[in-house]
């Protein structure tokens, strides 16, 4: 790739900074990028996956990192985005040398990326990092971290679907709402955990098959085929596993009335596929505004926040949400440009007193 073509993919977001490491002798080919620094230092998680390509891999880390800078924006941090990818096998090519030397590259950007887990990587990967560098968030309890930060991260995306209830029905109960959730794993799971709580009708999806009946049989849902879960006749579709499940072949199939969900970067060529959301009559409930609650937990381990201050700013994803639907109703603007609009706009206040 020429650099030229580097500067042309970061241009569209105007991305501040796009840093690579490359260690062949213990194995690393990283990229850390850096979205906006204007509310604080970047943070983002880690993950390491063997993308097909390298550009597979510097598109995925500037989608990721612009996402972190609106779910910070929308849920009040101080703080900015940023993503960082390890190009490799996270089953059979990690190696604590290797999450060290990760955790130097981190160390040297002088805390303007702050690292935190993602897929592929997991807390104790965070702990050989922090070995290297201070600059780490989402630290097991054992280590003064805030711990699991999953639970926090499905709390969010239950009152996200609570508050798009509400909008549409007038009453945000979710009992004997039919709810299809698309991949149960560790944030997919406490949410079925959730809704089923409240008596909504769950039905449950995962690429493994071993994962979903099992799942199903505890919570009591109904396990269903995960390639076609978005076309049920349901409340509520939450995608909570891969992204790019809401596009132009799938939405015409969909039978939904909300979409609201774990998943990032859930829409595909996200102008068009929005667009035929409201054609569809369907409501979107942006991921960037509902999946910040592992976010929050973050930015209360390194603020020093306890657990009910925690717990009161994930709430807050509901009014949050109200606000940005609201907001879409009264311009006739898709809840995606209504969302976008009130992060950019924080930025942009932010940025006055900062200058």
């Known amino acids: 790739m020429q650099n030229s073509s580097i500067f042309s993919l970061m241009a569209p977001s105007e991305h501040q900074n796009l840093f690579f490491c490359n260690d062949p002798s213990v194995g690393l080919k990283a990229i850390i990028a850096i979205h906006d620094t204007t509310l604080g230092p970047a943070i983002g998680g880690v993950r390491m996956l063997p993308y097909v390509s390298e550009e597979d891999a510097i598109e995925d880390a500037l989608r990721l990192s612009k996402a972190i800078t609106y779910k910070s924006s929308l849920a ?27 955790g130097q590259f981190v160390e040297g950007l002088n805390g303007n990326f702050i690292a935190s887990v993602d897929v592929g990587t997991t ?95 505890k919570y009591k849902a109904e396990p269903i085929q995960y390639s076609t879960s978005y076309e049920l006749d349901v409340d509520v579709y939450a995608p909570c596993a891969l992204g790019g499940t ?34 569809h009559n369907i409501l979107y409930t942006p991921d960037f505004l509902i999946n910040s609650g592992a976010l929050i937990s973050c930015y209360s381990e390194l603020e020093g926040y306890g657990n009910d201050r925690t717990e009161s700013l994930v709430r807050n994803i509901y009014s949050a949400t109200r606000h940005v639907l609201q907001k879409s109703k009264e311009e006739n603007i898709t809840t995606y440009d209504a969302a976008r609009q009130l992060a950019e706009k924080r930025i942009l206040d932010m940025a006055k007193i900062k200058r």
């Open 246 to 279: 809401v596009n132009e072949e799938t939405v015409p199939k969909m039978r939904c009335k909300i979409i609201a969900g774990s998943a990032n970067n859930q829409l595909k060529e996200e102008e068009k596929t929005i667009h035929l959301l409201k054609e």
């Open 76 to 102: 009040g941090l101080n703080l900015g985005g940023g993503c960082a990818v390890i190009i490799g096998n996270n089953r059979t090519e990690k190696t604590e040398v290797l999450m060290r030397r990760f």
């Open 123 to 217: 807390q104790k990967d965070l702990e050989y990092i922090q070995a290297e560098t201070d600059y780490v968030a989402g630290l097991p309890t054992s280590m003064n971290g805030g711990g699991d930060t999953t639970v926090f991260a499905a709390r969010g995306v239950f009152y996200g679907i609570k508050a798009s209830v509400k909008e549409l029905y007038g009453d945000d109960s979710l009992a004997g709402r039919k709810i299809a959730v698309q991949g149960v794993g560790a944030v997919g799971e406490q949410l079925v955990s959730m809704l089923r709580a409240e008596n909504a009708r769950v039905y449950v999806s995962d690429m493994t098959e071993e994962r979903k009946m099992k799942v199903a049989a």
